[in-house]
């Protein structure tokens, strides 16, 4: 028999909006590890939403970013194996 490791891995997903409830596409979506100082990027797409994939569990800052809105900061949330946080 053949037997395959498993890579634990978590990700971020959500949609980005305006107040309004607007879709935002082009947002910078970014998560910082904070144990290992990874950054990984992504941008919203046309319907707003995100994903940020292939994580490795741990600590990490979240942020949104697009030009004429003030960022939106996460500073610490934890990722376990396997999760998928949904952030909006």
């Known amino acids: 028999a053949v037997v395959w490791a498993q890579n634990p891995t978590a990700s971020f997903t959500g949609r980005i ?30 319907d707003g939403n995100y994903v940020i994939p292939n994580l490795n569990p741990g600590r990490y800052r979240f ?3 697009f030009e004429g809105f003030r960022s939106y900061r996460r500073p610490e949330l934890s990722l376990d194996t396997d999760q998928q946080m949904r952030l909006d």
């Open 17 to 46: 909006t305006d107040p309004a409830a607007a879709a935002i596409p082009g947002a910078v979506v970014q998560a910082l590890n904070l144990d290992t100082n990874q950054r990984r990027e992504a941008r919203s797409g046309g």
């Open 63 to 65: 942020e949104v970013s």
